[in-house]
């Protein structure tokens, strides 16, 4: 099985997520929720030229931009990809994933977009067979419109399936610290969770995005049942990650917003990670943007704002 590498954006560049593309052989299947980044737009044509079969699964209204799902279609297609929107029976599709050669897998935060640089994500690539696996079954599933909602094997975590109550479950067993950079939470099962666990004398702490007033509310309910939960406002990158850290030794990372659309509406992709040296850099990167962050929301004029990401609004 191939070693798994786990990574960072800005950090590790996007040459990291285009690595598997280009090494393709046989087969790339995408979960799309929006793309403009020419550079994959060119590694996705030269595996087709190569005789690689790709397809792609695009969500037609990322953050309700028809422009920009049509725009990332016809790019797909003009390049030699096969492409489908996404099954209606989702909400969203909201994924940044894929699988290569049935043999690799990324699961992450990012968007395919050429605004990589500015924002905060994280992601994975993995040879697990299990995940490999079970996403290459749920792509397939999806791209012949078969809606299943079944739980998927950990440590894959999707949503429609298992994210939920493996998020829960998360929070819940956590008997040191939860150390959490999300854009979106506003789940109210999500917020009392953590107010409890805090009230139970767990280290909760939390950096957000400032421009998503979505979460305002929500953070404010948790501040005033959990006073000691430590909340940031991300001033350096776009925070657009949905990453969770459990007593330093476990995480979620992948697309799944801490909202009830995300958790149980949208198709989302995630990966509970337990590899210590992986688990330990998102635990340095997340302490290192809490430290840096505002202790309150920074006007919208003051933030970075990608240019092109659907994350530049309140909606993705």
């Known amino acids: 099985m191939l070693e798994d590498l786990f990574f960072v954006m800005p950090d590790d560049g996007m040459e990291t997520v285009l690595a598997p593309l280009a090494a393709a052989q046989q087969t790339i ?25 790709v397809r792609a699964l695009v969500e037609p209204r990322p953050s309700d931009n028809a422009a920009a799902g049509h725009a990332a279609m ?31 897998a990324l699961i992450s935060s990012i968007n395919f977009l050429d605004d990589w640089s500015q924002t905060r994500d994280y992601g994975l690539i993995t ?12 792509f397939a599933a ?11 094997a950990l440590p894959l975590v999707l949503s429609p399936g298992n994210s939920r109550p493996v998020i829960a479950g998360l929070i819940a067993q956590a008997q040191q610290t939860l150390l959490l950079e999300e854009e979106q939470i506003t789940d109210p099962a999500v917020i009392a969770a953590l107010a409890a666990r805090s ?18 509310a929500p953070l404010a309910t948790l501040q005033a049942q959990a006073p000691g939960v430590q909340i940031g406002y991300s001033t350096g990158h776009w925070l657009h990650s949905k990453l969770l850290i459990a007593d330093e030794r476990q995480m979620l990372v992948g697309s799944v917003n801490l909202t009830p659309a995300s958790l149980d509406t949208r198709r989302e992709v995630s990966l509970l990670v337990a590899d210590p040296a992986a688990v330990a850099r998102a635990v340095a990167v997340a302490r290192a943007d809490l430290a840096a962050a505002a202790p309150q929301p920074e006007p919208a004029a003051g933030l970075p704002r990608p240019s092109d990401s659907p994350a530049a609004t309140t909606k993705s």
């Open 127 to 138: 040879g697990n067979p299990v995940v490999v696996g079970g996403l290459a079954q749920t």
């Open 29 to 53: 299947d995408l979960y799309i929720f929006t793309l403009s980044n020419q550079a994959m737009l060119a590694a996705l044509g030269a595996a087709v030229t190569r005789g690689v079969a």
């Open 199 to 216: 009230n139970a004398g767990i280290q909760v702490q939390l950096v957000t995005n400032s421009a998503q007033e979505k979460n305002r």
């Open 74 to 104: 016809a790019a797909l297609q003009q390049a030699g990809v096969a492409v489908r929107p996404a099954p209606s029976y989702f909400d969203r599709l909201h994924a940044k994933a894929f699988v290569v050669d049935n043999n690799r």
């Open 142 to 152: 999806d791209w012949a419109s078969q809606q299943s909602t079944a739980a998927p």
